[in-house]
Structures are given as C-alpha cells and as structure tokens.
C-alpha cells in the first residue's frame, strides 16, 4: 500500500490510476450519479483505502476508499468521514467498508508478530 501525507494528494494519485468516477454513499449503496450506477455490497471490491486527520483537529477525519466493479467497469474514489462525523449506519455497504478495513489491519504484512 502506497501513503500519502494528504487527501488530495491521495485523490489525485488514485484519479491518474484510474479511479475516475466520482462516488458517494447513500444509506445501502455506493453511487456514481454521473452513470445512474447505485451498487449494492456485492458489486463492488475495496482495492485500497487510506485514512487521514485534520491538521488542525483530530475530530476532522476522512477516509478515502479505492473502489472498483468489474460488473459496472467502473473504477472510482469515495470519501467519507469516520469518528466523530461517521455514518453511523447499519447497512450492508458500510458493514463491508469497515469490515475491509479491519481485515486489512489484521493482516498487514509489516505487523509485528508477537514470538
């Protein structure tokens, strides 16, 4: 996984990468309005998120997820807030985004291992 010191230097890289569309989260789905796509959990994968703070308050938290579909053909970025501003929902879509993220702490490569 790649790091980033901002979330638009994160944005920016992932849009040269191909991730064009535009997406958004709404209740149990993931929306590129652009194309009228709506994508349930099952339609799409999690290919890479990053997460960052506010300079100025820790409350100010985004994380950006790295988002394709092979059924739609569709490479896209979501931005969305956790802490404080998190959505708080209990959908299938955000299930699936936290679920990755867990699983992908649990399993980094560079996690000490306890001998």
Request: aromatic letters at 8%; a negative charge.
């Amino acid at each position: 996984m790649r790091s980033y010191e901002t979330l638009v230097d994160a944005t920016n890289d992932l849009l040269k990468r191909g991730y064009t569309a535009n997406l958004s989260l709404d209740g149990d789905t993931i929306d590129d309005n652009a194309q009228n796509i709506h994508m349930r959990a099952d339609d799409f994968e999690i290919d890479e998120f990053y997460r960052f703070e506010g300079a100025s308050n820790p409350d100010d938290m985004s994380i950006i997820y790295a988002v394709s579909s092979p059924k739609y053909n569709l490479k896209g970025v979501l931005i969305n807030a956790y802490g404080t501003y998190a959505d708080n929902s209990e959908s299938a879509i955000v299930a699936k985004l936290h679920h990755h993220q867990v699983s992908n702490n649990l399993h980094r490569e560079d996690r000490p291992t306890s001998d």
